[in-house]
């Protein structure tokens, strides 16, 4: 057993490294490092959630962290990497309202936002934990970081990967706050694959002519033509 | 065993499509699956079994009450209904080559998996189980949106899926939050409808406000209220008419659907009056938005599209009074919007048919001579226009009227107010009716248009739901007041 001081020292280490993570995730133009960095920021989540199993001893945890670690660490980026290499976009220059500096900015202040915010309304909770209120925080915080990249970038590719990060914030509010079923964790993350896959093949359709998108698609066996 | 029974007939349905290997064989299955659970929705009704919390299987996520009974009845007939007009409509895509025949088994699987999710949504207990079905429906109904594959319909269903599934997780974080209430309450968490309802009256008014405001902000989206209605006229005007009659029939009350059940839990705790406010607030800025971008309008079915935006504020409106009366008539209005929106979409495709305007272009409607080409798609459109607008006998002047008078009990500033926004959204109906169908071809150019055939299938779900409309405006049953009076009960609201 790990001594429990140093178990949420390094929580609190992982959840700086998440915001880290977002932060470069806003920032960053380049398409493959944001790929990487989704991945890592996931494996970060995956080791807060074994922490806390250390903390806790639930073995949903255990469960995520598994979950996490073969969806969001493996799948998805693996997945998103291969659509991207399809359609040869390396850059997201572009933006929307926001540049990377104004939303780095921005960031802080809605990180402020939601703590003040949090202070107000976390009086009833039953994880009054200092700790536990940081996460909470920080997950709030990571998904409206995440929203900023789907409104401020151009590329659709960037947008998923910006509410893919929202999605890992509203997994980690979820770790700190309490304890869903498992069987509804699982389903969430079965949808979030569905919904990924979907939005990866319609990107694949932005980023091409409709001759050139079909077959694209019959190449992914995504596609037939075989009616009379 | 019955929602055993409803997955079986789904799978069937799916293997039927997956063998089939025309069209018409994919329509015939489609139809039937649709009517079959239209007819098991009739049958549950009429058996008086409703409630049934304990299912055999599915229990203990799933459950059929009137609310949910209500809303698969909705579904089901105005599902059959696009099924049926679905054989002639698509037939025309093809012919046009607005839809390749590599798409078709993909638009039949969807609409046919569509179904069955929508009706695993209404059935669904427990809120965690509804969102993810919510989910599944935003993202089978964006494929069916993007089956034309033209890049404007791509853009379309992107944009509704960010929209819908970034406002969703706000929802997940609010389940989240209300979770980690009840557990804090009772000791063991829940997320079952029925529970939460009952356990309500001691949830904490802080979190409880928060978690309202989270889960109102996915909903929302869902359903097309500001600011997160712009997805809803780019998806409803690109997709299919048979689609844009289930987007604006059937998926947005999904929408509305998880907002009146949040909103009943809300109703039972101090929250309920900021819970109210914010109801009343976006549903005077969603009418408000939806009748100014009616005015200069000029696609007919972004027109259609930005009157279910309307409606959609006059529900949110009517749900936030909260009175016995209001709540009544925020379930008949719910039932009314959905089988006229259903009519009007059907017939606009008509004239799409007609006028050989692709689905996909931004490019303001160019029909003349509707009546001479497609009279009844004209009729359907200023009959359904008047129904839609308010106008006796049809149902929505009962819903309005009866709303905007429990408006006028708690503020006669908010019924003035929404009273004004609903006349400027009727007079940009009628201004665009007024304009576009008394237009006539230029003489040299009237022999350039052939006269589309309509065949029976696309007129006919038109003529069946105008007629239910119509029927459902000067015909109360007790059986029907009683039924949404049940619902009521149920959701502690009387």
């Known amino acids: 057993m790990i001594d429990p001081i140093i178990v949420t020292d390094l929580i609190r280490v992982f959840l ?15 398409l493959s490092s944001l790929v990487t960095v989704y991945a890592v920021q996931s494996l970060a989540l995956v080791f807060i959630a074994l922490l806390l199993f250390q903390i806790e001893g639930s073995t949903t945890l255990l469960a995520i962290a598994a979950l996490t670690f073969t969806t969001k660490v493996l799948i998805i980026p693996h997945f998103i990497g291969t659509i991207q290499e399809k359609i040869r976009i390396k850059s997201d220059i572009q933006f929307h309202f926001l540049t990377p500096i104004k939303s780095l900015f921005l960031s802080v202040v809605l990180m402020l936002v939601v703590y003040i915010t949090f202070v107000e309304i976390m009086d009833g909770a039953s994880a009054p934990d200092d700790l536990f209120f940081f996460g909470a925080v920080i997950g709030i915080s990571m998904m409206l970081m995440g929203m900023m990249i789907i409104f401020s970038r151009k590329r659709a590719l960037t947008k998923v990967l910006g509410f893919l990060s929202m999605e890992n914030g509203a997994l980690l509010f979820g770790l700190f706050i309490t304890e869903l079923p498992f069987m509804i964790e699982f389903l969430v993350v079965i949808d979030l694959i569905i919904l990924v896959l979907l939005t990866t093949i319609l990107i694949v359709g932005l980023d091409s002519t409709i001759e050139d998108y079909h077959e694209r698609l019959q190449r992914f066996h995504l596609w037939e033509d075989d009616l009379p | 065993m019955i929602l055993l029974m409803f997955l079986v007939i789904a799978l069937l349905a799916f293997v039927g499509l997956i063998i089939s290997r025309n069209h018409r064989q994919m329509n015939t299955i489609c139809m039937v699956h649709s009517l079959v659970f239209a007819l098991i929705s009739v049958w549950l009704i009429l058996s008086g079994k409703i409630p049934i919390t304990s299912l055999a299987f599915g229990s203990p996520y799933f459950f059929i009450d009137h609310l949910g009974i209500y809303e698969v009845l909705i579904c089901t007939v105005i599902f059959t209904c696009a099924a049926v007009y679905a054989r002639g409509y698509v037939d025309g895509l093809l012919e046009s080559g607005e839809l390749e025949k590599g798409s078709l088994r993909v638009f039949y699987l969807a609409l046919t998996s569509l179904l069955i999710v929508m009706v695993l949504t209404f059935f669904a207990e427990n809120l965690a189980i509804f969102w993810i079905c919510a989910e599944l429906t935003t993202i089978i109904s964006a494929l069916l949106v993007a089956i ?18 970034t406002s969703m997780l706000f929802s997940f974080v609010g389940i989240t939050l209300l979770f980690e209430i009840s557990r804090s309450v009772t000791g063991t968490g829940t997320l079952s409808w029925t529970a939460l309802l009952l356990q309500a009256h001691s949830f904490p008014t802080g979190m409880m406000t928060a978690a309202f405001v989270l ?13 997160f209605h712009t997805w809803l006229p780019e998806a409803h005007a690109k997709s299919p008419s048979a689609v844009s009659a289930i987007l604006s029939g059937v998926l947005l009350n999904v929408g509305i659907y998880g907002i009146i059940r949040i909103y009943a839990i809300v109703h039972q705790t101090p929250s309920l009056g900021t819970a109210s406010s914010l109801l009343v607030l976006f549903g005077m800025l969603t009418i408000g938005i939806a009748a100014f971008s009616m005015i200069p309008e000029k696609n007919l079915k972004k027109l259609i599209a930005f009157s279910s935006v309307e409606n959609m504020g006059i529900l949110l409106i009517g749900l936030a009074v909260a009175t016995p009366v209001a709540i009544f ?28 305007n692709p689905l996909s272009n931004e490019v303001d409607d160019d029909i003349c001579n509707v009546f001479r080409y497609q009279p009844l798609a004209a009729w359907g459109i200023i009959i359904g226009g008047i129904a839609i607008t308010g106008m006796p006998p049809f149902p929505i002047f009962w819903s309005k009227l009866f709303i905007l008078l429990q408006v006028g009990t708690v503020s006669p500033l908010a019924l003035f107010a929404m009273l004004f926004l609903i006349f400027i959204a009727a007079v940009a109906f009628g201004y665009f009716v007024l304009t576009t169908f008394t237009k006539s071809s230029e003489p040299d150019k009237a022999t350039d248009i052939i006269r589309f055939p309509t065949p029976i299938g696309m007129k006919l779900p038109i003529i069946l739901l105008l ?7 000067v015909a109360f049953t007790t059986g029907e007041v009683s039924f949404i009076t049940a619902i009521q009960n149920e959701l502690m609201f009387s």
């Not at chain 2, 929106?341 to 048919?353: M, P």
């Not at chain 2, 007629?467 to 405006?473: K, M, R």
């Open chain 2, 467 to 473: 007629l239910l409309i119509f029927i459902t405006g």
């Open chain 1, 16 to 30: 700086v490294f998440i915001i880290i993570t977002a932060a470069y995730i806003i920032s960053t133009r380049n």
């Open chain 2, 329 to 356: 008539w925020v379930l008949f209005h719910i039932m009314a919007h959905s089988f006229t929106k259903a009519s009007l979409f059907f017939s606009a495709g008509i004239l799409h048919r007609q006028y050989r």
């Open chain 2, 215 to 227: 889960v109102f902000i996915g909903f929302a989206a869902k359903s097309g209220i500001f600011p």
């Open chain 2, 148 to 165: 034309l594959s033209t890049r404007e319909n791509i853009s379309a269903a992107i944009k509704y899926i960010f929209i819908a599934s």
